[in-house]
């Protein structure tokens, strides 16, 4: 089941989205990132960009994914950045690739930050890239 959720913060905006972990969805999360990025004044190469960092890093979490598990994804809205973090349920042992990894240098240069974390069977990867008006 596909969820789709707005929620105020303090501060910030922020999107919850809720997919199953399958590559099938992946481009539920792609329109959405892609949607909300355009709505937020980023150029069509920037939207492009963030659009294949989530896809990858979806990608590097359906790899170590728990059977029948959902993916997360979170997008928060501040003045100065679009933080995008996906989660899901791991298998046990998981890893990520590591940040030496192509996988990671691609995240890297595609947006400001990126990072990992694996901890209580739960991967997270988180990605942030500056808004427009602040640049």
């Not at 899901?88 to 990520?96: I, V």
Request: glycine share 4%.
């Amino acid at each position: 089941m596909t969820y789709l959720t707005a929620q105020q913060a303090i501060d910030d905006d922020v999107v919850l989205l809720t997919v199953p972990a399958d590559g099938g969805y992946l481009s539920v999360l792609r329109t959405a990132t892609a949607g909300l990025a355009a709505r937020l004044q980023f150029a069509l190469d920037e939207i492009e960009d963030l659009r294949i960092a989530v896809d990858e890093a979806c990608a590097m979490l359906l790899a170590i994914a728990r059977p029948d598990t959902e993916l997360d994804c979170r997008f928060a809205v501040t003045d100065d950045a679009l933080t995008v973090m996906v989660t899901l349920a791991t298998t046990p042992g998981a890893q990520l690739p590591a940040e030496s990894s192509f996988a990671w240098k691609v995240l890297t240069a595609l947006t400001a930050a990126a990072s990992a974390t694996v901890d209580n069977g739960r991967a997270t990867i988180s990605l942030r890239t500056r808004r427009p008006s602040v640049r």
